[in-house]
């Protein structure tokens, strides 16, 4: 009944532990940061608005606040998402891409091309976005070979589910290098990050 | 020990560590760029560690078990205080094994045995601009670091090989990270920099003071500047340690009296110490 109403209008729950589960989140996009391609399983959830994986919530419940203005996609941009991240996070919601710090991407087949988001400058490259897409696979997509720092002899990402011509954006994004986004695609309870540093290979 | 109370988990507030976590992917991503940040004033001074202890509070967790050296040292007076900090406002498991420990945190060294993967090494950082001492203004340094013009440093090593024959420079000797980044290691004897390359441990770097915190991931490349003529070689002793015998760690220097007397033992208490027991296990 309670989660009829939750699901209806009213507002869902965040972190049951807002700390901790905050700190467990944060490890696992930096293990999956560290290790491009390494697919990190949630190690804590909470039941966010449609359309929202567990995982992209919980990366924007551990990681966004007040001073990251989040970027929506039209299939995220939902009343209820939005009540959700202002309640939880408190932060700004943009609808100018190269103005966030954090984009949502719930329908990437309409995505805009990752050159849209902020890139961050030569002085300060830390000041791009950091792109999270939630994709329909991340193990039966075309395989990847990757190469570069956090991986000793190569690593292989099988994301799917990319509108035509992503493998050209993410290649062109790793030629900005030092500038450029970092992306972090998540699928239901789990996700994976490919950092500006990582090269396509092949 | 009990948990401190009337803290948040770990000291810092969570929206100072969600800003230190952010910073942190950041350079992540970046290998070598230094990530300004809001670093917060700590409960000890610039200069004892807040960069590092900010850095750690953000990364552990409960289930961490931290491991804090200074200088090698399980048991100097920063390494024992910011332990018992730890333990006290996170809760968590300590322990002097490197091998044990989840996150290390280092003043001035890499511990002797190797890092695993999975394993995160923060250090403490007091300058982490390369470039300071030949160039003062940060506006320029930074301009440096984006046109990658990294001219200056190599005059200044060439200056030392002009004025003594050989590269002066015996810690905090520059790194290039990546290919890209001219990267400070901290004052970490140049015995150490060899260690960072290719490292399956994440190496995070925090310097409170100035306000900057840097990365290199697992399995980087860390090349330590170098001319073809005049290679980089690392310190090596002629005494071996006078304690486990070990002749292939990082050896400090102890005066023993007013006559000359002196010893050389490891900096690495850790490896040092279970050198010894394996020692006299064997006997």
């Given amino acids: 009944m309670a989660m009829t109403a939750a699901a209806d209008s009213g507002l869902h729950p965040g972190f049951a532990d807002p700390g901790l589960d905050s700190q467990r989140v944060f490890r696992a996009v930096l293990e999956a940061m560290a290790r491009p391609g390494t697919i990190v ?162 | 020990m009990t948990a401190a109370t009337g803290y948040n988990f770990a000291y810092l507030d969570d929206q100072t560590k969600r800003m230190i976590r952010r910073a942190i992917l950041k350079a992540v991503a970046v290998p070598g760029y230094q990530v300004p940040f809001g670093s917060r004033e700590m409960p000890l001074p610039y200069g004892w560690g807040t960069g590092g202890i900010q850095v750690t509070a953000s990364v552990i967790g409960p289930d961490d078990r931290l491991k804090v050296i200074d200088q090698g040292a399980d048991d100097t007076t920063n390494a024992v205080s910011i332990r018992r900090f730890f333990a006290r406002t996170a809760g968590v498991a300590t322990t002097d094994r490197t091998e044990e420990a989840t996150i290390i945190q280092t003043r001035h060294r890499i511990p002797e045995t190797p890092l695993a993967e999975g394993q995160i090494l923060v250090y403490q950082v007091p300058i982490p601009e390369p470039l300071r001492w030949l160039e003062p203004r940060e506006t320029e340094t930074r301009r440096m670091h984006a046109l990658a013009d990294y001219g200056a440093m190599h005059v200044k090593l060439y200056e030392d090989v002009a004025r003594f024959g050989r590269i002066a420079t015996t810690y905090d000797y520059p790194v290039m990270v990546n290919g890209r980044y001219l990267m400070r290691p901290s004052p970490i004897p140049k015995f150490d920099n060899p260690k960072m390359h290719m490292n399956p441990a994440l190496q995070l770097f925090g310097a409170g003071r100035e306000k900057r915190i840097y990365a290199v991931p697992p399995f980087t490349e860390v090349r330590s500047l170098d001319f073809e003529d005049h290679p980089f070689a690392v310190q090596s002793w002629d005494q071996s340690c006078a304690l486990c015998g070990s002749t292939e760690s990082f050896l400090d220097e102890v005066v023993t009296d007013d006559k000359g007397g002196r010893m050389y033992v490891c900096s690495d208490t850790d490896y040092c110490g279970r050198r010894r027991d394996r020692k006299e296990a064997a006997e």
């Fill in chain 1, 41 to 202: 399983g949630l190690p804590a959830r909470a039941a966010g608005p449609a359309p929202l994986d567990a995982a992209t919530t919980a990366i924007l419940l551990a990681l966004a606040d007040y001073e990251t203005p989040v970027w929506l996609d039209g299939a995220a941009d939902q009343p209820q998402v939005a009540g959700y991240l202002r309640f939880h996070c408190g932060c700004p919601l943009t609808a100018d891409p190269k103005a966030a710090a954090f984009a949502v991407i719930a329908a990437p087949m309409g995505m805009p091309p990752l050159s849209a988001f902020n890139l961050g400058s030569d002085e300060y490259p830390d000041r791009s976005t950091t792109v999270i897409v939630q994709v329909a696979t991340l193990t039966e997509g075309a395989p990847w070979e990757l190469g570069g720092p956090g991986i000793r002899d190569g690593a292989r990402l099988a994301a799917g589910g990319f509108p035509p011509g992503f493998r050209r954006w993410v290649a062109d994004n790793h030629e900005l290098f030092p500038c450029g986004v970092d992306l972090v695609f998540t699928c239901g309870d789990a996700l994976t990050a490919l950092p500006r540093s990582t090269r396509l290979e092949g």
